[in-house]
Protein backbone atom coordinates (compact mmCIF):
# COMPACT_ATOMS: atom_id res chain seq x y z
CA UNK A 1 0.00 0.00 0.00
CA UNK A 2 1.19 3.38 -0.46
CA UNK A 3 0.30 4.61 2.59
CA UNK A 4 -0.73 1.79 5.29
CA UNK A 5 -2.45 4.40 7.59
CA UNK A 6 -4.42 6.21 5.54
CA UNK A 7 -5.05 3.13 3.03
CA UNK A 8 -6.33 1.15 5.93
CA UNK A 9 -8.02 3.43 8.17
CA UNK A 10 -9.83 5.44 5.46
CA UNK A 11 -9.26 4.91 2.01
CA UNK A 12 -11.25 1.86 2.04
CA UNK A 13 -14.03 3.78 2.94
CA UNK A 14 -14.03 6.13 -0.14
CA UNK A 15 -16.83 6.75 -2.03
CA UNK A 16 -19.24 4.64 0.27
CA UNK A 17 -22.20 6.34 1.27
CA UNK A 18 -22.53 4.42 4.61
CA UNK A 19 -23.45 5.99 8.27
CA UNK A 20 -19.63 6.81 10.10
CA UNK A 21 -21.12 9.27 12.64
CA UNK A 22 -24.39 9.89 14.45
CA UNK A 23 -24.27 13.41 15.40
CA UNK A 24 -25.63 15.40 18.55
CA UNK A 25 -27.99 16.98 16.50
CA UNK A 26 -29.80 13.69 15.26
CA UNK A 27 -27.67 14.36 11.84
CA UNK A 28 -25.16 11.52 10.26
CA UNK A 29 -22.10 11.88 8.52
CA UNK A 30 -21.38 9.57 6.12
CA UNK A 31 -17.63 7.70 5.09
CA UNK A 32 -17.26 9.70 1.86
CA UNK A 33 -18.26 12.94 2.87
CA UNK A 34 -15.78 12.69 5.67
CA UNK A 35 -13.22 11.53 3.68
CA UNK A 36 -14.08 14.82 1.18
CA UNK A 37 -14.05 16.84 4.42
CA UNK A 38 -10.41 15.59 5.18
CA UNK A 39 -8.98 15.62 1.23
CA UNK A 40 -10.14 19.88 1.39
CA UNK A 41 -8.33 20.04 5.13
CA UNK A 42 -5.49 17.59 3.50
CA UNK A 43 -5.15 20.26 0.45
CA UNK A 44 -4.81 23.13 2.99
CA UNK A 45 -2.62 21.87 4.95
CA UNK A 46 -0.20 21.15 1.69
CA UNK A 47 -1.00 25.13 0.87
CA UNK A 48 0.19 26.23 4.16
CA UNK A 49 3.69 24.70 3.87
CA UNK A 50 3.67 21.87 5.37
CA UNK A 51 5.22 18.53 4.27
CA UNK A 52 5.73 14.61 5.31
CA UNK A 53 7.20 14.47 8.72
CA UNK A 54 6.75 18.68 9.62
CA UNK A 55 3.93 18.76 12.61
CA UNK A 56 0.75 19.94 13.13
CA UNK A 57 -0.75 20.67 16.97
CA UNK A 58 -4.27 20.80 17.32
CA UNK A 59 -6.21 22.02 20.57
CA UNK A 60 -9.58 22.14 19.64
CA UNK A 61 -13.01 20.37 20.77
CA UNK A 62 -14.25 17.04 19.80
CA UNK A 63 -16.11 17.51 16.18
CA UNK A 64 -16.00 15.41 13.06
CA UNK A 65 -13.91 18.54 11.87
CA UNK A 66 -11.17 17.64 14.68
CA UNK A 67 -11.57 13.93 13.06
CA UNK A 68 -10.95 15.32 9.75
CA UNK A 69 -7.61 16.57 10.77
CA UNK A 70 -6.52 13.60 11.80
CA UNK A 71 -7.42 12.21 8.69
CA UNK A 72 -5.52 14.63 6.60
CA UNK A 73 -2.32 14.39 8.19
CA UNK A 74 -2.85 10.80 7.88
CA UNK A 75 -3.16 11.02 3.87
CA UNK A 76 -0.60 13.82 3.73
CA UNK A 77 2.32 12.18 6.21
CA UNK A 78 1.74 15.14 8.35
CA UNK A 79 2.70 14.10 12.05
CA UNK A 80 -0.56 14.86 14.29
CA UNK A 81 0.03 16.27 17.37
CA UNK A 82 -3.28 16.68 19.52
CA UNK A 83 -3.03 18.35 23.21
CA UNK A 84 -5.50 18.35 25.73
CA UNK A 85 -8.05 21.10 25.42
CA UNK A 86 -7.88 21.80 29.45
CA UNK A 87 -3.87 22.93 28.55
CA UNK A 88 -2.45 26.61 29.78
CA UNK A 89 -1.22 28.62 27.04
CA UNK A 90 1.84 28.17 29.28
CA UNK A 91 1.64 24.62 28.82
CA UNK A 92 1.08 24.70 25.05
CA UNK A 93 3.96 26.62 24.59
CA UNK A 94 6.16 24.09 25.65
CA UNK A 95 4.82 21.56 23.18
CA UNK A 96 4.67 23.94 20.09
CA UNK A 97 8.54 25.05 20.78
CA UNK A 98 9.73 21.37 21.50
CA UNK A 99 7.50 19.45 18.73
CA UNK A 100 8.65 22.43 16.60
CA UNK A 101 5.04 21.91 15.06
CA UNK A 102 5.07 24.49 11.77
CA UNK A 103 1.05 24.51 12.44
CA UNK A 104 -1.01 25.08 15.25
CA UNK A 105 -5.14 24.86 15.17
CA UNK A 106 -6.80 26.34 18.02
CA UNK A 107 -10.24 27.37 19.01
CA UNK A 108 -11.12 30.89 18.28
CA UNK A 109 -11.79 31.54 22.03
CA UNK A 110 -8.27 30.54 23.01
CA UNK A 111 -6.94 32.17 19.83
CA UNK A 112 -6.00 35.76 21.24
CA UNK A 113 -4.16 33.88 24.73
CA UNK A 114 -2.19 31.84 22.26
CA UNK A 115 -1.23 34.36 19.64
CA UNK A 116 2.26 35.12 21.21
CA UNK A 117 2.96 31.62 22.21
CA UNK A 118 2.19 30.64 18.46
CA UNK A 119 4.72 33.77 17.63
CA UNK A 120 6.67 32.58 19.95
CA UNK A 121 7.13 28.94 19.07
CA UNK A 122 7.43 30.16 15.25
CA UNK A 123 4.07 28.08 14.28
CA UNK A 124 1.30 29.29 12.28
CA UNK A 125 -1.85 29.72 14.03
CA UNK A 126 -5.06 29.24 12.87
CA UNK A 127 -8.92 28.29 14.32
CA UNK A 128 -11.05 25.38 14.24
CA UNK A 129 -14.03 25.42 16.54
CA UNK A 130 -16.49 23.12 17.92
CA UNK A 131 -19.00 23.84 15.13
CA UNK A 132 -16.61 23.36 12.54
CA UNK A 133 -16.26 27.01 11.91
CA UNK A 134 -12.85 28.79 12.05
CA UNK A 135 -10.27 30.48 9.45
CA UNK A 136 -8.59 26.68 8.81
CA UNK A 137 -12.04 25.83 7.73
CA UNK A 138 -13.33 28.88 6.26
CA UNK A 139 -9.95 28.26 3.78
CA UNK A 140 -10.11 24.48 3.12
CA UNK A 141 -13.98 25.37 2.17
CA UNK A 142 -12.61 26.08 -1.79
CA UNK A 143 -10.21 23.24 -1.65
CA UNK A 144 -10.88 19.99 -3.75
CA UNK A 145 -12.67 17.17 -2.28
CA UNK A 146 -9.98 14.77 -3.86
CA UNK A 147 -6.64 14.59 -2.67
CA UNK A 148 -3.63 12.49 -4.21
CA UNK A 149 -2.39 10.75 -1.08
CA UNK A 150 1.24 10.71 -0.49
CA UNK A 151 3.11 7.69 -0.15
CA UNK A 152 4.63 6.50 3.39
CA UNK A 153 5.64 3.49 4.74
CA UNK A 154 4.63 1.56 8.18
CA UNK A 155 8.14 2.78 9.73
CA UNK A 156 7.19 6.48 9.21
CA UNK A 157 6.02 8.75 12.23
CA UNK A 158 2.44 9.28 12.35
CA UNK A 159 1.52 10.92 15.70
CA UNK A 160 3.44 12.92 19.07
CA UNK A 161 1.57 12.43 22.24
CA UNK A 162 3.14 14.24 24.90
CA UNK A 163 3.13 12.45 28.38
CA UNK A 164 4.44 14.38 31.54
CA UNK A 165 7.18 13.75 33.15
CA UNK A 166 8.16 13.37 37.36
CA UNK A 167 10.43 16.48 36.31
CA UNK A 168 7.77 18.69 35.32
CA UNK A 169 9.32 18.35 31.78
CA UNK A 170 6.73 16.36 29.18
CA UNK A 171 7.74 13.83 27.04
CA UNK A 172 6.89 13.09 23.20
CA UNK A 173 6.15 9.92 22.65
CA UNK A 174 6.85 9.05 18.78
CA UNK A 175 3.83 6.88 17.28
CA UNK A 176 4.84 5.16 14.14
CA UNK A 177 2.17 3.91 11.40
CA UNK A 178 3.11 0.51 12.19
CA UNK A 179 2.26 1.45 16.12
CA UNK A 180 -1.12 2.73 15.42
CA UNK A 181 -2.28 0.23 12.94
CA UNK A 182 -0.87 -3.04 14.42
CA UNK A 183 -2.68 -2.16 17.42
CA UNK A 184 -6.23 -1.22 16.45
CA UNK A 185 -6.22 -4.28 13.86
CA UNK A 186 -4.87 -6.46 16.62
CA UNK A 187 -7.78 -5.06 19.22
CA UNK A 188 -10.84 -4.82 16.13
CA UNK A 189 -9.96 -8.77 16.14
CA UNK A 190 -9.86 -9.16 19.90
CA UNK A 191 -13.21 -7.60 20.77
CA UNK A 192 -14.93 -8.53 17.63
CA UNK A 193 -15.72 -5.14 16.05
CA UNK A 194 -17.86 -5.46 12.72
CA UNK A 195 -19.80 -3.01 10.44
CA UNK A 196 -22.55 -3.92 12.32
CA UNK A 197 -21.50 -2.38 15.85
CA UNK A 198 -22.99 0.98 17.08
CA UNK A 199 -19.96 2.74 19.34
CA UNK A 200 -20.89 5.33 21.69
CA UNK A 201 -18.10 7.87 21.31
CA UNK A 202 -18.21 9.76 24.56
CA UNK A 203 -14.39 10.06 25.03
CA UNK A 204 -11.96 13.17 24.12
CA UNK A 205 -9.99 12.34 21.02
CA UNK A 206 -6.57 13.78 22.26
CA UNK A 207 -5.16 11.41 23.26
CA UNK A 208 -5.08 7.45 22.87
CA UNK A 209 -8.06 5.51 23.78
CA UNK A 210 -10.86 8.05 22.29
CA UNK A 211 -8.39 8.27 19.26
CA UNK A 212 -6.24 5.71 18.59
CA UNK A 213 -8.18 2.90 19.86
CA UNK A 214 -12.19 3.62 19.60
CA UNK A 215 -12.30 5.64 16.31
CA UNK A 216 -9.27 3.58 14.62
CA UNK A 217 -11.25 0.11 15.70
CA UNK A 218 -14.46 1.84 14.05
CA UNK A 219 -12.21 2.37 10.98
CA UNK A 220 -11.05 -0.53 10.56
CA UNK A 221 -13.83 -2.83 10.86
CA UNK A 222 -16.55 -0.12 9.42
CA UNK A 223 -18.73 0.41 12.77
CA UNK A 224 -20.90 3.83 13.53
CA UNK A 225 -20.14 6.27 16.09
CA UNK A 226 -22.86 7.77 17.98
CA UNK A 227 -20.15 11.00 18.14
CA UNK A 228 -20.60 13.26 21.25
CA UNK A 229 -18.72 16.67 22.13
CA UNK A 230 -17.97 14.91 25.66
CA UNK A 231 -20.08 12.52 28.50
CA UNK A 232 -23.03 13.15 29.14
CA UNK A 233 -25.27 10.32 31.05
CA UNK A 234 -28.52 11.30 30.20
CA UNK A 235 -27.95 11.04 26.46
CA UNK A 236 -26.16 7.63 26.66
CA UNK A 237 -29.05 6.67 28.56
CA UNK A 238 -31.00 7.94 25.58
CA UNK A 239 -28.85 5.95 22.63
CA UNK A 240 -27.89 3.41 24.52
CA UNK A 241 -30.54 0.87 22.81
CA UNK A 242 -29.37 1.53 19.74
CA UNK A 243 -25.89 1.02 19.93
CA UNK A 244 -24.00 -2.19 20.57
CA UNK A 245 -20.54 -1.18 22.11
CA UNK A 246 -19.19 1.29 24.29
CA UNK A 247 -15.81 2.54 25.51
CA UNK A 248 -15.00 4.70 28.84
CA UNK A 249 -13.11 5.54 31.78
CA UNK A 250 -14.30 4.34 35.15
CA UNK A 251 -15.99 7.52 35.64
CA UNK A 252 -18.78 6.97 33.10
CA UNK A 253 -19.50 3.83 34.70
CA UNK A 254 -20.12 5.11 38.16
CA UNK A 255 -22.18 8.07 36.56
CA UNK A 256 -24.52 5.70 34.78
CA UNK A 257 -25.04 3.68 37.47
CA UNK A 258 -25.94 6.86 39.61
CA UNK A 259 -28.96 6.45 37.28
CA UNK A 260 -32.38 5.41 37.98
CA UNK A 261 -33.13 5.31 34.00
CA UNK A 262 -30.42 3.31 33.64
CA UNK A 263 -31.36 -0.29 33.51
CA UNK A 264 -31.01 -3.63 32.25
CA UNK A 265 -33.41 -2.70 29.45
CA UNK A 266 -31.85 0.21 28.62
CA UNK A 267 -28.53 -1.75 27.99
CA UNK A 268 -30.32 -5.15 26.08
CA UNK A 269 -28.64 -4.69 23.16
CA UNK A 270 -24.99 -3.56 23.95
CA UNK A 271 -22.66 -6.58 23.36
CA UNK A 272 -19.62 -4.61 24.93
CA UNK A 273 -18.55 -2.51 27.40
CA UNK A 274 -14.94 -1.61 28.00
CA UNK A 275 -13.46 0.44 30.67
CA UNK A 276 -9.90 1.54 30.65
CA UNK A 277 -7.25 4.46 31.63
CA UNK A 278 -7.86 4.05 35.28
CA UNK A 279 -8.80 1.55 37.55
CA UNK A 280 -12.00 0.01 38.22
CA UNK A 281 -12.90 -0.48 41.67
CA UNK A 282 -14.25 -4.06 42.14
CA UNK A 283 -17.59 -2.54 43.81
CA UNK A 284 -18.50 -0.75 40.43
CA UNK A 285 -17.45 -4.48 38.32
CA UNK A 286 -20.40 -6.13 40.80
CA UNK A 287 -23.19 -3.33 40.82
CA UNK A 288 -22.72 -2.94 36.98
CA UNK A 289 -23.43 -6.47 36.39
CA UNK A 290 -26.01 -7.16 38.46
CA UNK A 291 -27.67 -3.81 37.29
CA UNK A 292 -26.80 -4.92 33.53
CA UNK A 293 -25.72 -8.41 33.57
CA UNK A 294 -23.10 -7.11 31.43
CA UNK A 295 -19.35 -7.49 32.63
CA UNK A 296 -17.43 -4.91 31.86
CA UNK A 297 -14.16 -5.51 29.92
CA UNK A 298 -11.30 -3.91 31.33
CA UNK A 299 -7.65 -3.41 29.83
CA UNK A 300 -4.44 -1.99 30.31
CA UNK A 301 -2.57 0.94 28.16
CA UNK A 302 -0.39 3.43 27.88
CA UNK A 303 0.44 6.44 25.51
CA UNK A 304 3.83 5.00 24.31
CA UNK A 305 2.48 1.81 23.98
CA UNK A 306 -1.39 2.11 22.79
CA UNK A 307 -2.73 -1.45 24.50
CA UNK A 308 -0.79 -3.86 25.95
CA UNK A 309 -3.23 -6.15 27.61
CA UNK A 310 -7.17 -7.09 27.98
CA UNK A 311 -9.51 -9.43 29.63
CA UNK A 312 -10.83 -11.85 27.27
CA UNK A 313 -14.06 -11.43 24.92
CA UNK A 314 -14.99 -15.15 25.86
CA UNK A 315 -13.91 -16.30 28.96
CA UNK A 316 -13.68 -14.79 32.63
CA UNK A 317 -13.07 -10.99 32.85
CA UNK A 318 -11.21 -10.75 36.33
CA UNK A 319 -12.51 -7.93 38.13
CA UNK A 320 -9.12 -5.77 39.42
CA UNK A 321 -7.09 -7.54 36.73
CA UNK A 322 -6.80 -6.25 32.97
CA UNK A 323 -6.26 -9.44 31.86
CA UNK A 324 -3.89 -11.08 29.26
CA UNK A 325 -1.17 -9.79 27.05
CA UNK A 326 -2.52 -8.85 23.54
CA UNK A 327 -1.67 -11.05 20.86
CA UNK A 328 1.71 -10.03 19.32
CA UNK A 329 2.95 -8.29 22.22
CA UNK A 330 5.25 -10.00 24.87
CA UNK A 331 4.60 -9.06 28.84
CA UNK A 332 7.54 -9.64 31.42
CA UNK A 333 7.63 -8.83 35.13
CA UNK A 334 11.16 -7.52 36.32
CA UNK A 335 13.18 -6.38 39.35
CA UNK A 336 15.29 -3.13 39.42
CA UNK A 337 18.04 -4.36 37.28
CA UNK A 338 15.81 -5.80 34.45
CA UNK A 339 15.94 -9.29 35.48
CA UNK A 340 12.79 -11.47 34.86
CA UNK A 341 11.49 -12.51 38.23
CA UNK A 342 9.07 -15.54 39.07
CA UNK A 343 5.31 -15.50 38.35
CA UNK A 344 3.26 -14.05 40.89
CA UNK A 345 5.95 -11.95 42.24
CA UNK A 346 5.61 -8.15 41.70
CA UNK A 347 7.97 -6.39 39.86
CA UNK A 348 8.22 -3.88 36.80
CA UNK A 349 5.72 -4.38 33.92
CA UNK A 350 8.19 -4.77 30.78
CA UNK A 351 6.42 -4.38 27.41
CA UNK A 352 7.05 -5.12 23.54
CA UNK A 353 5.99 -5.48 20.02
CA UNK A 354 4.62 -3.88 17.30
CA UNK A 355 2.91 -1.38 19.64
CA UNK A 356 5.57 -0.05 21.42
CA UNK A 357 6.62 3.66 20.16
CA UNK A 358 9.79 4.90 18.55
CA UNK A 359 11.13 6.74 21.55
CA UNK A 360 10.79 10.25 23.24
CA UNK A 361 11.18 13.17 20.52
CA UNK A 362 14.75 15.07 20.92
CA UNK A 363 14.99 13.11 24.21
CA UNK A 364 17.61 9.99 23.32
CA UNK A 365 18.97 9.95 26.83
CA UNK A 366 15.22 9.64 28.15
CA UNK A 367 14.50 6.99 25.81
CA UNK A 368 17.56 4.55 26.03
CA UNK A 369 16.32 4.68 29.78
CA UNK A 370 13.16 3.48 29.39
CA UNK A 371 13.52 1.75 25.99
CA UNK A 372 15.83 -1.01 26.38
CA UNK A 373 18.04 -2.09 23.31
CA UNK A 374 15.77 -5.85 22.90
CA UNK A 375 12.89 -3.51 22.83
CA UNK A 376 11.18 -3.79 25.99
CA UNK A 377 9.75 -0.81 27.12
CA UNK A 378 9.76 -0.09 30.92
CA UNK A 379 6.76 0.80 32.00
CA UNK A 380 7.16 1.94 35.50
CA UNK A 381 3.72 0.30 36.96
CA UNK A 382 4.23 -2.56 39.27
CA UNK A 383 2.55 -5.66 38.75
CA UNK A 384 2.44 -9.35 38.42
CA UNK A 385 0.82 -12.44 36.65
CA UNK A 386 -0.65 -14.78 38.37
CA UNK A 387 -0.69 -18.25 37.70
CA UNK A 388 -3.57 -18.09 35.14
CA UNK A 389 -1.66 -15.53 33.29
CA UNK A 390 -3.57 -12.60 34.30
CA UNK A 391 -2.10 -9.47 34.95
CA UNK A 392 -2.74 -7.55 37.98
CA UNK A 393 -1.09 -3.79 38.26
CA UNK A 394 -0.72 -3.34 41.98
CA UNK A 395 1.18 0.14 41.60
CA UNK A 396 2.77 2.52 39.71
CA UNK A 397 6.22 3.85 39.87
CA UNK A 398 7.25 7.59 39.71
CA UNK A 399 3.59 8.51 42.13
CA UNK A 400 1.84 8.48 38.71
CA UNK A 401 -1.96 9.29 39.58
CA UNK A 402 -4.96 8.38 37.03
CA UNK A 403 -7.84 10.43 37.69
CA UNK A 404 -10.78 9.73 35.46
CA UNK A 405 -8.41 8.72 32.93
CA UNK A 406 -5.78 11.43 32.76
CA UNK A 407 -2.85 10.99 33.96
CA UNK A 408 -1.00 13.59 36.87
CA UNK A 409 2.75 13.56 37.74
CA UNK A 410 2.33 14.92 41.50
CA UNK A 411 5.90 16.88 40.50
CA UNK A 412 4.26 19.09 38.23
CA UNK A 413 1.50 20.24 40.91
CA UNK A 414 4.17 20.43 44.00
CA UNK A 415 6.29 22.80 41.50
CA UNK A 416 3.59 25.48 42.08
CA UNK A 417 2.51 24.73 45.52
CA UNK A 418 6.16 25.07 47.13
CA UNK A 419 5.76 28.86 45.52
CA UNK A 420 2.85 29.26 47.34
CA UNK A 421 3.42 32.15 50.67
CA UNK A 422 3.30 30.28 53.59
CA UNK A 423 4.62 26.80 52.05
CA UNK A 424 7.79 25.19 53.19
CA UNK A 425 7.20 22.29 51.29
CA UNK A 426 4.45 20.16 49.41
CA UNK A 427 3.98 16.63 48.25
CA UNK A 428 0.81 15.78 46.37
CA UNK A 429 -0.67 12.17 46.06
CA UNK A 430 -3.52 10.42 44.77
CA UNK A 431 -6.07 8.85 46.89
CA UNK A 432 -9.14 6.60 46.33
CA UNK A 433 -12.43 8.53 44.60
CA UNK A 434 -15.63 7.07 44.11
CA UNK A 435 -16.30 8.79 40.68
CA UNK A 436 -12.46 9.37 39.40
CA UNK A 437 -10.63 6.10 40.43
CA UNK A 438 -8.55 8.00 42.09
CA UNK A 439 -7.84 11.99 42.63
CA UNK A 440 -4.87 14.41 43.83
CA UNK A 441 -4.65 15.45 47.23
CA UNK A 442 -1.82 17.97 48.33
CA UNK A 443 -0.16 17.77 51.81
CA UNK A 444 1.09 21.20 52.61
CA UNK A 445 3.87 21.72 55.40
CA UNK A 446 3.48 24.76 56.30
CA UNK A 447 6.51 27.23 56.59
CA UNK A 448 6.55 28.39 60.74
CA UNK A 449 4.71 30.97 62.23
CA UNK A 450 2.63 31.29 59.08
CA UNK A 451 -0.27 29.70 57.68
CA UNK A 452 -0.95 29.05 53.88
CA UNK A 453 -4.01 30.77 52.20
CA UNK A 454 -5.72 27.69 50.20
CA UNK A 455 -8.23 29.95 48.39
CA UNK A 456 -5.29 31.73 47.10
CA UNK A 457 -3.41 29.00 46.46
CA UNK A 458 -6.29 27.29 44.66
CA UNK A 459 -6.63 30.43 42.68
CA UNK A 460 -3.36 30.15 41.59
CA UNK A 461 -3.05 27.09 39.96
CA UNK A 462 -5.90 28.28 37.27
CA UNK A 463 -3.81 30.06 35.71
CA UNK A 464 -0.53 27.05 36.22
CA UNK A 465 -2.11 24.18 35.57
CA UNK A 466 -4.83 22.25 33.73
CA UNK A 467 -8.18 21.93 36.17
CA UNK A 468 -7.63 17.88 36.08
CA UNK A 469 -4.45 18.19 37.41
CA UNK A 470 -5.77 20.66 40.92
CA UNK A 471 -5.79 18.67 44.05
CA UNK A 472 -9.12 18.37 44.83
CA UNK A 473 -8.48 18.74 48.62
CA UNK A 474 -5.30 20.61 50.36
CA UNK A 475 -4.27 19.40 53.23
CA UNK A 476 -2.07 21.62 55.63
CA UNK A 477 0.21 19.98 58.25
CA UNK A 478 3.49 21.28 60.38
CA UNK A 479 5.78 18.99 58.82
CA UNK A 480 5.90 16.06 55.78
CA UNK A 481 6.67 12.32 57.31
CA UNK A 482 9.98 11.20 55.95
CA UNK A 483 11.98 8.11 56.45
CA UNK A 484 15.97 7.78 57.58
CA UNK A 485 17.46 9.09 53.89
CA UNK A 486 15.14 11.94 53.82
CA UNK A 487 12.81 11.12 51.95
CA UNK A 488 9.31 11.99 51.81
CA UNK A 489 7.06 9.19 52.81
CA UNK A 490 4.01 9.29 50.38
CA UNK A 491 3.49 5.97 51.38
CA UNK A 492 2.42 6.85 55.07
CA UNK A 493 0.31 10.31 53.71
CA UNK A 494 -1.71 8.06 51.32
CA UNK A 495 -2.35 5.59 53.98
CA UNK A 496 -3.11 8.58 56.29
CA UNK A 497 -5.84 10.48 53.66
CA UNK A 498 -7.64 7.30 51.55
CA UNK A 499 -10.24 7.70 53.51
CA UNK A 500 -11.11 11.72 52.65
CA UNK A 501 -13.55 10.77 49.84
CA UNK A 502 -14.85 7.22 51.31
CA UNK A 503 -18.42 7.00 50.02
CA UNK A 504 -20.98 6.84 53.62
Not at 169 to 178: C, E, N, V
Not at 263 to 281: E, Q
Request: proline share 6%.
Amino acid sequence: MANPLYDTLFARHSGRDTVFLHLPDGSALTHDSFLRMAARFAHQIVQFGLEPGDRLAVQIGKSPQALAVYAACAQTGVIFLPLNTAYTPAEVSYFLENSGAKLFLCDAKGAEALAPVSVKSGARQETLNGDGSGSFADAAAGQPDEFDTIPREKGDLAAFLYTSGTTGRSKGAMLTQDNLLSNAQVLTDYWRFTDQDVLLHALPIFHTHGLFVATNICLISGAQMIFYPGFDAEQMVRDMPRATSMMGVPTFYTRLLDRDDFTADVARNMRLFISGSAPLLAETHREFEARTGHRILERYGMTETNMNTSNPYEGERRAGTVGYPLPGVELRVCDESGAEIPQGEIGTIEVRGPNVFKGYWQMPEKTAEELRENGFFITGDLGLVDADGYVTIVGRGKDLIISGGYNIYPKEIELVLDQAPGVLESAVIGVPHPDFGETPVGVLARRPGEEPDIDAIMAEMADALARFKHPRKLVVVDALPRNTMGKVQKNVLRDEYKGLFAQG
